[in-house]
T-cell receptor, first 120, second 109 residues
Framework: GAVVSQHPSWVICKSGTSVKIECRSL??????MFWYRQFPKQSLMLMAT?????????EQGVEKDKFLINHASLTLSTLTVTSAHPEDSSFYIC????????????????FGPGTRLTVL | GQNIDQPTEMTATEGAIVQINCTYQTSGFNGLFWYQQHAGEAPTFLSY??LDGLEEKGRFSSFLSRSKGYSYLLLKELQMKDSASYLCAVRDSNYQLIWGAGTKLIIKP
């Protein structure tokens, strides 16, 4: 199956700093990438949908100025958590979808391994 | 609103069979997915149903009834490594995935 990588796998930072997380599709071109956040013992929460070459679509309640998403190429999307605070500590997961997914095809999303962010 | 319900936690015995149910109420339906997620890891794809009926894949099977807004994931010959959370997700009319909270499955020897 398709492989999606994330970097870093974990990061600890001080409050007020910014953290960038990279999501790469290694063996396919992903026109659409998704960013999720997952708090302990909770399900995935979609933060935003990122389409290559255009602005990301953010879910209600997600601050676009705080969570900057850039999808500069068909294989790379980045999420930058700006001015991170302890409440931003979470497990951030990206996924990439083949073109058929958004058209209702059976192609599934391929998930990256996740990035655990701890803000002190 | 859109809603997906799954049991929070289930316990089963190694070698046995377990059925995890998922009921949904969404604006439109364009397929239902089951994912497995081990603690601290990202979800991995298990199955996809878009038509009514049973899809079998090895030890795992998934069933869908669109008229009832209902699906289940059936796991046979349970192994200790099957201990994980199982997430049900429905793709709505806007092709957005709506996620259930997940069912934590505990396997006992």
């Amino acid at each position: 199956g398709a492989v999606v990588s994330q970097h870093p796998s974990w990061v600890i930072c001080k409050s007020g700093t910014s953290v960038k997380i990279e999501c790469r599709s290694l063996d396919f071109q992903a026109t659409t990438m998704f960013w999720y956040r997952q708090f302990p013992k909770q399900s995935l929460m979609l933060m935003a949908t990122s389409n290559e070459g255009s602005k990301a679509t953010y879910e209600q309640g997600v601050e676009k100025d705080k969570f900057l998403i850039n999808h500069a190429s068909l294989t790379l999307s980045t999420l930058t958590v700006t001015s991170a605070h302890p409440e931003d500590s979470s497990f951030y997961i990206c996924s990439a979808a083949l073109p058929g997914f958004s058209a209702g095809g059976r192609d599934e999303q391929f998930f990256g391994p996740g990035t655990r962010l701890t803000v002190l | 609103g859109q809603n997906i319900d799954q049991p929070t936690e289930m316990t089963a015995t190694e070698g046995a069979i377990v059925q995890i149910n998922c009921t949904y109420q969404t604006s439109g339906f364009n397929g239902l997915f089951w994912y497995q997620q081990h603690a601290g890891e990202a979800p991995t794809f298990l199955s996809y149903n878009v038509l009514d009926g049973l899809e079998e894949k090895g030890r795992f099977s998934s069933f869908l009834s669109r008229s009832k807004g209902y699906s289940y994931l059936l796991l046979k010959e349970l192994q200790m490594k099957d201990s994980a959370s199982y997430l049900c997700a429905v793709r709505d009319s806007n092709y957005q995935l709506i996620w259930g909270a997940g069912t934590k499955l505990i396997i006992k020897p």
